[in-house]
């Protein structure tokens, strides 16, 4: 399926963030475990990545598991952890022929040995590649990123290396887990659930966020394309008025 044209391909968001909500439910409405809502889960990123790398976005954040979700039941926990292992190593081959370059933000630490040393294979084996950055979130929590990044300005600031008064939103923003990619302009989240969750919550300032009741196991391309219709849909302000944005980017209204 090539990208519908009513979608203006010259006005793609360079980075996407997505929240990929809804698999427990999936599942339990089709009297499974919800375990089996995130193997299917797995279907919609490879597809969506796909289409991402297709369309030619550059960066694609998944948030694929919350420093929260480490308080869910120790089997679903560990049903995710072997999830992920098993399909980064399933997949990697693929990436590196499809031009996409992996990236982890997150507590890397406080993964499983495993993960860590697959997740660190895969980074490496695509470190040269040039497309897509697909940037996973693991064991992520914004607010413990914004923390970690002022400790690290306050302990410049003691050792001097830092003036109080050059600590400003960039000097945070150097020291997020993202300092490398741009912010998002599209946060998607599916399942119906309106919320930011702890995800990126500096990054989003400026983002267009779409809720779509569609849970992650069935989101497809075509929902992607939806999203993207209606990002193209929105006016970006930036606080500016709309007489403003009209006169410097015409094509825009
Ligand atoms: C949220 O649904 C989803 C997760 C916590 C895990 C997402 C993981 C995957 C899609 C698979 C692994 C991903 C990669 C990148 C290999 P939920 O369980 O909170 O659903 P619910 O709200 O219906 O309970």
Redesign the pocket.
């Known amino acids: 399926m090539s990208i519908p044209e009513s979608i203006d391909s010259s006005r793609l968001p360079r980075h996407i963030a997505i929240i990929?909500?809804?698999?427990?439910?999936?599942a339990k409405e089709r009297g499974e475990d919800?375990v089996y809502?995130?193997y299917e889960?797995?279907v919609s990123?490879r597809e969506i990545v796909d289409a991402c790398g297709a369309i030619g976005i550059g960066y694609l954040t998944?948030y694929?598991?919350s420093a929260e979700?480490w308080n869910r039941p120790k089997a679903e926990v560990d049903a995710?952890m072997e999830?992920?292992v098993n399909?980064?190593r399933k997949e990697v081959d693929d990436l590196k022929k499809n031009n996409v370059r992996m990236h982890v933000i997150g507590d890397f630490e406080s993964l499983p040995e495993i993960c860590q040393k697959e997740l660190n294979e895969a980074i490496e084996i695509t470190a040269g590649n040039t497309g897509l950055n697909l940037i996973?979130a693991l064991s992520y929590s914004s607010r413990d990123e914004i923390a970690r990044a002022a400790r690290v300005l306050a302990a410049k600031a003691v050792e001097g290396t830092i003036d109080i008064k050059d600590i400003n939103d960039e000097a945070i923003a150097q020291n997020l887990y993202t300092h490398n990619f741009p912010d998002p302009e599209l946060m998607i989240r599916t399942?119906g659930e309106c919320r930011i969750s702890n995800f990126l919550l500096y990054q989003l300032a400026y983002a267009e966020l779409y809720f779509t009741n569609v849970h992650?196991p069935d989101f497809r391309k075509p929902h992607l394309y939806e999203a993207l219709l209606n990002y193209q849909q929105r006016e970006r302000r930036f606080g500016k008025t709309s007489e403003q944005i009209n006169m410097t980017n015409p094509t825009q209204s």
């Open positions: 990929m909500d809804g698999n427990g439910r999936w919800r809502g995130h889960g797995v990123v998944l694929a598991f979700n995710l999830l992920l399909t980064i996973l399942s992650w």
